[in-house]
């Protein structure tokens, strides 16, 4: 049993900041992928980061030079600079390890001014 939860959300104004966290828990592995996906309203899930437990960090080409993902152990940051309208949506946590994903329950980023 795995389990996620997000924290870090909130209304932020264009150009601001936020940081996300996500905290796992349970039968975690020494091998897998942590990363961060969004969702806005009426559009399909989508990457934005992800970081391997042994460091390795890709980006999304939206996110790229503006958001920052990290770990410690078990835990994932997403720091997030300049953001943009766009960049509202719910923002979720997910684990892949040994073939299986788990999802957090999501937290909600809102960029308006």
């Known amino acids: 049993q795995v389990q996620l939860v997000e924290s870090g959300g909130g209304l932020v104004q264009p150009g601001g900041s936020l940081r996300l966290s996500c905290a796992a828990s349970g039968s975690i592995g020494s091998s897998n992928v942590m990363g961060w996906y969004r969702q806005a309203p009426g559009k399909e899930r989508e990457w934005v980061a992800v970081?391997?437990?042994?460091?390795y960090t890709d980006y999304a080409e939206p996110v790229k030079g503006r958001f920052a993902v990290s770990r410690d152990k078990n835990t994932v940051y997403l720091q997030m600079n300049s953001l943009k309208p766009d960049d509202t949506a719910v923002y979720y946590c997910?684990?892949?390890?040994?073939?299986?994903?788990?999802w957090g329950q999501g937290t909600q980023v809102t960029v308006s001014s």
């Open positions: 997910r684990l892949r390890q040994s073939g299986n994903v788990h």
């Open positions: 970081v391997s437990s042994a460091g």
